[in-house]
């Protein structure tokens, strides 16, 4: 009986010590480089916002995720219809998330959009060197009249 619940603590464990090694991977704050939506139906790739978007995601050690995303080109607003547009290029949320694998999932508590609060993102990922490759499951993006497409975001370790 003790064997088996002395193993069962190591297991423990050791789980807690692999699941802070797959998170140490992507803490810091990262720099946006490039944003491309890629369509479900085949069409042809666009860029997010623009050639040139900016923004950051920054994640914490103690587990906090944070993301600021901006079109290229945004200027302060002269009237309302300037206002609607500001609204639909950026995008900003926060939440604690955890790592499995070659996946994240930011359990939203404050968002720029108030349907993404209480929601799970996940986002499949690759390191490779400075670069973090960033890929969202397809959905109907509201932005692209429903249009399903995916996320492909790539980042830059910011020093």
Not at 26 to 35: I, Q
Not at 78 to 97: C, H, K, P, S
């Amino acid at each position: 009986m003790l064997k088996a619940l002395v193993t069962l603590i190591c297991c423990l464990l050791a789980t807690q010590a692999v699941a802070a090694d797959d998170r140490t991977k992507l803490v810091g704050t990262w720099k946006v480089v490039s944003w491309v939506q890629e369509f479900q139906d085949g069409g042809d790739p666009r860029p997010e916002y623009g050639k040139n978007p900016i923004g950051y995601l920054i994640f914490t050690p103690e587990g906090r995720m944070m993301a600021v995303l901006e079109g290229e080109g945004r200027k302060s607003p002269q009237n309302d219809q300037d206002r609607v547009e500001l609204f639909r290029t950026i995008v900003a949320y926060t939440g604690m998330y955890t790592v499995e694998a070659d996946k994240w999932t930011t359990r939203v508590d404050v968002a720029w959009h108030p349907d993404r609060r209480g929601t799970d993102q996940v986002r499949s990922f690759k390191i490779e060197g400075d670069r973090l490759y960033v890929t969202s499951p397809f959905r109907p993006n509201p932005n692209l009249r429903g249009r399903v497409a995916r996320s492909l975001l790539v980042l830059e370790r910011a020093k």
